[in-house]
């Protein structure tokens, strides 16, 4: 079974940027897919970005041309980069395999 486990996450100001990252042990990395979601305090959890086993992308409009999420077969990591950050990008950030495995998540927070 494949565990995730991300970090980089913190405090930054707005404009500012992170990169979270998620690394997934158990084998078959590079055949699974993944998504970055997020929860903000009393929202639902909504997708922000995925990656297919091939490397094809897919963006919530609401990021699109802000964060990049990108793969490390080799590291067996995902990557979520996250520039020109907003107020409204302050959530829980999780990590879920293709394979249905979740991360504990990592807490972004944008504030001056």
């Known amino acids: 079974q494949v565990q995730l486990v991300e970090s980089g996450g913190g405090l930054v100001q707005p404009g500012g940027s992170l990169r979270l990252s998620c690394v997934a042990s158990g084998s078959g990395f590079s055949r699974n897919a993944f998504t970055w979601y997020r929860q903000a305090p009393g929202k639902q959890r909504e997708l922000v970005a995925g990656?297919?086993?091939?490397?094809?992308?897919n963006y919530a409009d609401s990021v699109r041309g802000r964060f990049t999420i990108s793969r490390d077969n080799a590291k067996n990591t995902v990557y979520l980069q996250m520039n020109s950050l907003k107020f409204e990008d302050t959530a829980v950030y999780y990590c879920k395999s293709s394979t249905g495995s979740w991360g504990q998540g990592a807490q972004v927070t944008v504030s001056s």
């Open positions: 990656i297919t086993s091939r490397g094809s992308t």
